[in-house]
């Protein structure tokens, strides 16, 4: 350890003097301080004295490092244990033998002997540094080195330290900042209360990590509950601002309040000695019998150019945003607009309504209404989001073996990637006549009438059109046209029931085929559910269809592209090309999935008498012994049994049957769910009557006109 300060076994009492001279010359422009440490009686205990004569000093620009300076010989005058320091330029030999023999011999302890050698007379000698300016400019400080070699009697010469490269004479740049001031020195051995002594440095530390994690509020309160006060002891004659003493208190290891000087308290959080405007702050002007601090007073009253925020919402609602027909996680909450609605047109109507807000706003409280523009189609997996925040929070980048969150995220990427290699061998397979090969999806709502040109449809309530799209899988099967079955709102909705009724009339359509393989996403509204199970089951055993088995084959959540995405992109492309990209009513809708794709569809209407009562048939006591819907991957149902042929992975060879239908169930095909269709709301009939139907061609106004009212009573179950 290099500094005499520093050394632990001096047994010599040390008087300091530090002395501030002002020098003269165009190089000496800063402040010098010469170090004089002389011995005294050494049968004393220590007692170290300081005595500072500060001289005037010129009004000039400082440097860091003179600033510096002036902060170590400011700590030396409250208490700290400076180092011993000397000029970094190498004095010269005779003023250091004229300084050492100018010093008495110190008596120098018996033990522990250095291990870089015996210990010379020389061993604790101080030098008295006399600037000259012929040394010319001073580059920097550092400790004197306090031993010397046996074979030279003679203290090495001060290293000096290097100078920038540019040649200037300021201090290096500060580390980056972490956002909270560095705990600072303590008071030092001097202090009369010895705090340092009560509360050790690891302590101080802790105290240091939980002040700065509190909250600005828990902060105040911290400062009130750890500082008391009370009127000053003493009555001068001279008049005196000072009222009130402050008693400092911090808790030790053993959580017991042990009182500190301010300079303690204050370092120990990480404020200058000299700033205590917190405590004024949190204590008020005068000695009060408070049991709090005083509440905060910021944030009390609104701004007088706050927006309001209601205003902006209902107009975020007048464009009706639907919810999604997934049934993920967030769905519940989300909702989307159609393709032909964006902020920025949302933000256009909104000024022009003579509103006022940023671009900024109006996006972010569409972002808080939870609504969202994004295709379905194209969503990021949230297993594969949420894995990524967490390896860049808790493992640097890189994902963890003993991790249980990374090991799930890994099972489920090898899952993800297994369910997509057996969807790409089905792609590539040549599949015999008898076999079909199809993905299922519902395509994105589609409001109608679709008018992008015209702002009022934007802001009026309309129907929505439901396409749920059976697509061949792979190139080798083109020589099937994909089955398109649609429907409005007008004609049923897009429950459970509805969905399976879509399923019944693709299967009617391929009635002939032997073997129907389905790839299906995990919406549990459409498809894994045991509505649609116990209905396949009575469809497969039907003389409706003489297909032999029907088997459905699960995507792994979140990576659920498939062949039916690709067609609803087509879907969407054909409306965009239509002259002004409008499609007025249902049946132009239809003739656009139509002519899409290069016209390999055949489009399926579904008709009130179409949407069917299908029931749910599964036996609760029966099901609570098998594994759970989610955890299967592939479910077949064979004609001439009751029961599923399930795998709980893609790699398995061999179906495992599992009975989940009660006794009593009826293998039949139900009647039709309602005697007539559906219906929509009479305001919104009217509201489509009134704002658009007029801006139509004549010939499209008979199909809003011939919509069914539904009463608001009616069918309120099924919604």
């Not at 011995?39 to 004569?53: A, G, S």
Request: with cysteine.
């Amino acid at each position: 350890m290099s500094g005499f300060a520093e050394t632990p076994e001096l047994p010599l009492p040390v008087k300091r003097k530090i002395k501030k001279e002002d020098a003269s010359g165009d190089d000496l422009q800063k402040d010098l301080c010469v170090v004089r440490e002389e011995e005294n009686d050494t049968d004393l205990e220590y007692d170290c004295k300081t005595e500072i004569d500060i001289l005037p000093i010129r009004e000039q620009t400082l440097s860091p490092n003179e600033i510096k300076q002036e902060e170590e010989c400011s700590l030396e005058y409250y208490g700290h244990n400076v180092s011993s320091f000397t000029i970094s330029r190498e004095p010269t030999t005779e003023v250091i033998q004229r300084n050492a023999a100018s010093t008495p011999p110190a008596r120098l302890p018996e033990e522990p002997t250095p291990a870089f050698g015996p210990l010379t007379t020389l061993e604790h000698v101080l030098v008295s540094v006399v600037i000259d300016p012929s040394f010319g400019p001073l580059t920097a400080l550092e400790p004197v080195v306090s031993h010397a070699s046996a074979s030279n009697p003679v203290l090495p010469p001060a290293v000096p330290a290097p100078a920038p490269e540019n040649g200037s004479t300021s201090a290096p740049p500060p580390p980056e900042s972490t956002g909270r001031p560095p705990m600072r020195e303590p008071c030092g051995v001097k202090c009369r209360r010895q705090c340092s002594r009560k509360i050790p440095e690891d302590r101080r530390r802790e105290i240091w990590n939980e002040y700065w994690d509190m909250s600005y509020g828990d902060k105040r309160s911290f400062v009130f509950y750890s500082v008391s006060q009370v009127q000053k002891a003493k009555a001068f004659a001279n008049p005196s601002r000072r009222s009130r003493s402050f008693i400092y208190r911090l808790k030790d290891a053993d959580e017991i309040p042990r009182q500190v000087c301010k300079m303690f308290f204050l370092s120990t959080l990480g404020y200058h000695p000299a700033n205590d405007s917190l405590v004024f702050s949190v204590m008020g002007k005068e000695v009060t019998p408070a049991l709090a601090p005083r509440r905060d007073q910021r944030g009390r009253h609104e701004p007088a150019n706050k927006l309001d925020l209601r205003l902006l919402y209902a107009h975020i609602e007048s464009c009706h945003p639907t919810t999604s027909h997934y049934q993920r996680e967030h769905a519940p909450c989300r909702r989307y607009l159609p393709s032909d609605v964006s902020i920025k047109l949302m933000y256009a109507d909104y000024i022009e309504k003579g509103n006022h807000c940023s671009y900024e706003t109006y996006r972010k409280a569409v972002k808080s209404k939870n609504i969202s523009f994004t295709k379905l189609g194209e969503e990021e997996c949230e297993s594969c989001l949420l894995q990524d925040q967490h390896v860049r929070a808790d493992h640097q980048g890189e994902a963890s073996v003993n991790c249980t969150q990374c090991e799930r995220w890994q099972q489920h990427i090898s899952e993800a990637v297994e369910t997509r290699l057996h969807y790409r061998s089905d792609a590539d397979r040549d599949w015999p006549d008898d076999t079909s090969v199809r993905s299922v999806d519902l395509q994105k709502i589609i409001m109608l009438p679709r008018m992008p040109s015209v702002k009022s449809a934007v802001f009026t309530r309309r129907i929505s059109a439901y396409h749920e799209t059976f697509a061949p899988v792979g190139k080798k099967t083109n020589k099937n046209q994909t089955v398109s079955v649609v429907w409005h709102e007008g004609i049923a909705g897009r429950n459970v029931k509805e969905i399976t009724s879509a399923y019944g009339a693709a299967l009617e359509k391929e009635r002939d085929i032997k073997h129907i393989i389905y790839w299906v996403d995990n919406c549990s509204t459409h498809n894994r559910n045991w509505c649609l199970l116990s209905s396949l089951v009575s469809l497969v055993n039907s003389d409706v269809i003489s297909t032999e088995d029907i088997t459905l084959k699960f995507f792994e959540p979140g990576h659920t592209f498939m062949s039916a995405d690709s067609f609803h992109h087509g879907v969407e492309q054909e409306m965009r090309q239509r002259q002004g990209g409008v499609v007025y009513d249902f049946e132009d809708f239809v003739s656009v999935v139509a002519n899409s794709n290069s016209k390999k569809v055949e489009v399926i209407e579904l008709k009130n008498d179409g949407v069917r009562a299908w029931m749910d048939g599964h036996s609760a006591a029966k099901v609570e012994e098998m594994p759970s819907l989610t955890e299967l991957k592939v479910i077949q149902l064979r004609r001439g049994s009751r029961s599923m042929f399930v795998k709980t992975s893609h790699e398995e060879e061999d179906f495992t049957e599992l009975d989940f239908l009660q006794k009593e169930f009826k293998l039949c095909i139900p009647s039709a769910l309602r005697p007539q269709d559906w219906g929509i709301e009479e305001v919104k009939k009217m509201e489509i009557l009134n704002n658009l139907v007029p801006l139509m061609p004549p010939t499209k106004s008979f199909f809003w006109r011939s919509l069914t009212v539904r009463n608001l009573g009616e069918y309120k179950d099924e919604e």
